[in-house]
Every structure is written in C-alpha cells, then in structure tokens.
C-alpha cells in the first residue's frame, strides 16, 4: 500500500535558492514538452508518416539538446525534467482516457516543484540527501517504514515540504477499527458531520474566521504598485494566509475522519452534488469552507486502512425527508427546518441525526443485500479507491 507523508523541510538560503532553481527546470521542461508535443501532433495530423508525440521520445530528445540549449539544466538533478516530462506523459493518458482535461502550461509561482525517483535521494533521521544539493534539514523524521518510491518537493507559500511516498506492508502501520458496527454520517453547513449516533463534528470553518484578515490582506496586495518590493512581501503574506487557512481546514478533517475510521467499520454516507450546491450563492462559501469531497476522500482511504469500507447513497435517496422509526415519506422539509415531527407515527426528529439514521441503514441494508445478491438499487457499494492515485492527491494531504 502506498502512503506518503508531507514533511516540512528547514533548508538554508543557498538550498532555498537551488530548490527554487530545480523546481524551475522541472518547470521548464515540462512547458517545452508541452508545446513540443503539440507542434508534433499538428504535424503528424498534415503528414500521417510521421511519429505521433511519446513522453519517451521528448524525454530523449531533451537529453539530446539540453547540454547545448539548456546548459542551466545540469546545474540540478537530473530527476527534474525526466520526472517531469513523465507526469506530463502521465497527464495526457489522463486526458486520452478522458479522466482530466488536456494538460495546462505549468506557472511560476503555483506549481514550484520537483520530483526525484527513489534512486536519486536518500533520508535518514530527520535529513534527505538532494541529488547536486546534499543533505536538507527536515522538521520531523519519516513516519513510515517500507519500500521508499518517490518523493515530491514543493513550495507552498514560502515554505518547502518534501512529500515522501513509502510502499507500506497492508495494514501493518495502524490497528483495525474497533468495529463499533455501522454509522451513517450526515453532512451540513451549520454542523460538518453528524452521525446516526447522536455526535456532531462542528468543523472549524477556516475559511469564515479567517476572512477578516484574508480581506485585508487583498486589499493590501491590491493597492501596492505592480513590480516593487512591498508588493512580494504584501504577496507573501497573502500566500501565507491561505497556506494557514487550508491546514486548518485539513487538520479539523483529518480529525473527524480518523475518529470514525477508527470506531466503525461500515460507514453509509450521501453522495453529494457539491458542484451544484455550490451553484447557491447564499451557502457556496460555507460548503467549499467545509471541504465535503476532501472528507470523502479521506474516509475511503481511511476506512480501506482499518479494513471497513464506505458505502456511498445515491444523492436522490430522500434521507432527511424519511422517518428513521417507521419508514414515512414527507413531501417537502425546508432547509431552515432543523426538527420535524412525524405524522404517522408521532416521533419528533433532529433533521440531521434522523437523515444520518437513515444513512446508516441503507448502508447496513447495502452490505446485506450485497450478500444475498439483491441490490435496492438506490445504493452503489463504493468501489473504494486505493490510497494513492496521482501525485496531486498526496501533495495536497499528510495522512495521519
Ligand atoms: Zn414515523
């Protein structure tokens, strides 16, 4: 199993400075195998006798030219323009098996990184050796033992984070859940999660707490005249802030998710259309502050951890509208109605925890039928996705 863990790195100015250079070149090369690849495609649509563009033919061309054009580029590993000339092979297969868009130029400023091949680096305590570089400072030592794979730097804000991925032996790192049963798990604006136990997780809304400064900090940024040197330090400490806002909001996850990981083993929850509820002006800032496809993210690779699994509802399964006790639909329930009291059978529901009540058995009632071979058809047994699918998801998260 794969995981990677995100280590903050403590290099000095010469390394900041060489970090920044490879992660220039990484850059580079992946912008001119970008435009490469398309002048070649044009070409083999005029002329069908030429070769159509491979990411391993730009990678040789490229060691090819680079001593004599790009003389710059030896000046840092070599993992730089290889790796990233394969991760734009590796775009583009995306994009031909129509899982992502056709690959954008990569910007300065955005998307500062590099990769290096287990190869090509070392670590040791809390140091890893950098190819042309040497050793860098790491703030905390690795968590994970196993079969080292790659390793992903990158600057987020004006700090370094060395992202390492280890080849971990199946569920030799955490103990199973304590297998507390099945739980349905609601999500909302006003409350992040609440469970079919009676438990509600606020979330810390990083975003509304912050917003304050986030203004201020923009509008500072706004009024400094273009190119001078308050406006990089004003830029800076914007970076910073949102930098701060998103490890807020990934802390208070990584802590509802662990804690229900932990405890159950089926976890119902609804598949929710957050493109379109994003679509609601008055509450798009709220849902985006509470991160629910992160959420999801993180319990399925959670729950695949401790061996439980996630069952997903489909999103038109009327789960606040049903009563939990006796099975009765009611037509309609406003959002701003936080309790309702059923007509056929008289029981007074907490809209969340009943609709996560019915999570639960639906999810409960999926595994079942599963079993017996009968699906309700509501209920799509998500196929949960291994831990680590493209380089993007493990930089953005260190798993805990
Ligand atoms: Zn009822």
Redesign the pocket.
Known sequence: MLMAHKIRLDPNNVQVTHLARAAGVARFAYNWALNEWGCLYQAYLVDPALPKPTEAALGRKLNAIKRIEFPWMLEVTKCAPQMAILQLGRAFSNFFAHRARYPKFRCKGRDDRFTLSNDQFQVKDKRIRVPKLGWVRMCERLRFTGRIVSACIRRVADHWYASITVDVPERAHRPPSENQGAVGVDLGVSRLATLSTGETFTGPKALRHSLQRLRRLSKALSRKVKGSRNRVKAKRKLGRHHARIAAIRHDGLHRVTTNITRRFHTIGVEDLNVKGMVKNGRLSRAIVDMGFAELRRQLEYKAEWCGGQVVVIDRWYPSSKT??????RIDTLYLAQRQWC??????T?DRDINAAINLRDMAVSSTVSACGGEGTGLVSEHKVKPALVKQESIGKASFR
Do not use: K, M, R, W
């Open positions: 009563c939990s006790c006796c099975g009765t059923c007509a056929a059978c008289g029981t529901h």
